[in-house]
T-cell receptor, first 114, second 109 residues
Framework: EAGVAQSPRYKIIEKRQSVAFWCNPI?????LYWYQQILGQGPKLLIQ????????DSQLPKDRFSAERLKGVDSTLKIQPAKLEDSAVYLC????????????FGPGTRLTVL | QQPVQSPQAVILREGEDAVINCSSS?????VHWYRQKHGEAPVFLMI?????EQKGHEKISASFNEKKQQSSLYLTASQLSYSGTYFC??????????FGKGTHLIIQP
């Protein structure tokens, strides 16, 4: 079974530039999560989708971050404009549904903002 | 509210045992444990549910004290492959997880 796919794996940009990350969850998984993991810390939930609807985006900095999951499968996370403190690994995870206890994580995208 | 993990780091020799603790200031209904190796994605180990069964993984088990709002992860006869950072997460189900800062586990031969 294919796992969660993410691209790109690495991205280096300058502050004030824009960047987008892509995630393809495990086939059939209705729930998709985006987490931000700053070096030395645990993953922090940014947004949770159930199919193509947003369930929780309370910790998403909406002035600069946006995310969508238009057809209930793939998802993109965008940062515009990026700040130095956005440097982190962005992890995408998926689960069968909202009541499923196990989340499957992708390899992440390491973002460096200079 | 982020759960608090202790210790921050543990160094063991292969075959030794370790305990990692996770506590919360909020009532806990479930605790999730993940392990993350350097440069890799977190991998699910187990979940402990309030009033429910626990799942085990290899020689790793866990306890859940609802009254004290704590969970402990026990690694028995540790192997080199157990090295990594262990995270506990609270919430889950209909909510996303809130992870602790992690416990770094180093197993030496």
């Amino acid at each position: 079974e294919a796992g969660v796919a993410q691209s790109p794996r690495y991205k280096i940009i300058e502050k004030r530039q824009s960047v987008a990350f892509w995630c393809n969850p495990i086939s059939g998984h209705a729930t998709l999560y985006w987490y931000q993991q700053i070096l030395g810390q645990g993953p922090k939930l940014l947004i949770q989708f159930q199919n193509n609807g947003v369930v929780d985006d309370s910790q998403l900095p909406k002035d600069r971050f946006s995310a969508e999951r238009l057809k209930g499968v793939d998802s993109t996370l965008k940062i515009q404009p990026a700040k130095l403190e956005d440097s982190a690994v962005y992890l995408c995870a998926s689960s069968l549904d909202r009541t499923s206890n196990e989340q499957f994580f992708g390899p992440g995208t390491r973002l460096t903002v200079l | 509210q982020q759960p608090v993990q202790s210790p921050q780091a543990v160094i063991l020799r292969e075959g030794e045992d370790a305990v990692i603790n996770c506590s919360s200031s909020k009532a806990l209904y479930s605790v999730h444990w993940y392990r993350q190796k350097h440069g890799e994605a977190p991998v699910f180990l187990m979940i402990l549910l309030k009033g429910g069964e626990q799942k085990g993984h290899e020689k790793i088990s866990a306890s859940f004290n609802e009254k004290k709002q704590q969970s402990s992860l026990y690694l028995t006869a540790s192997q080199l492959s157990y090295s990594g950072t262990y995270f506990c997460g609270t919430g889950g189900g209909a909510d996303g997880l809130t992870f602790g800062k992690g416990t770094h586990l180093i197993i030496q031969p």
